[in-house]
Nanobody, 119 residues
Framework: QAQLVESGGGLVQAGGSLRLSCAVSGRTFSDYAMGWFRQGPGKEREFVAAISRSGGSTGYADSVKGRFTISRDNAKNTVYLQMNSLKPEDTAVYYC????????????WGQGTQVTVSS
């Protein structure tokens, strides 16, 4: 069983920045593609960004493209989400998730970290 622990959430004004981290233990980190998801108040959970096992390939939701950057450090077993130009609609609980090999679904999830953007 893998353990995923997010950190870095908080309260920020619109236009500000935050960097989320997700530390992974219990599995070989480089075997897993990683993703960030979020769930806003009263909304369904939605995809935010993903990164391949090597970090060479990334993908983003249209709503965050150009503002958020996903990265990973396989030596530190950590994935990051740099969030710039934050908007009130980015307010959500952010979750990281790990997907093994060619699996189509994410296998492990973190507990989430709250991000609140004030206007």
């Amino acid at each position: 069983q893998a353990q995923l622990v997010e950190s870095g959430g908080g309260l920020v004004q619109a236009g500000g920045s935050l960097r989320l981290s997700c530390a992974v233990s219990g599995r070989t980190f480089s075997d897993y593609a990683m993703g960030w998801f979020r769930q806003g108040p009263g909304k369904e959970r939605e995809f935010v960004a993903a990164i391949s096992r090597s970090g060479g390939s990334t993908g983003y939701a249209d709503s965050v493209k150009g503002r958020f950057t996903i990265s990973r450090d396989n030596a530190k077993n950590t994935v990051y989400l740099q969030m710039n130009s934050l908007k009130p609609e980015d307010t959500a609980v952010y979750y990281c998730a790990a997907r093994y090999g060619g699996n189509s679904e994410y296998d492990f999830w973190g507990q989430g970290t709250q991000v609140t953007v004030s206007s």
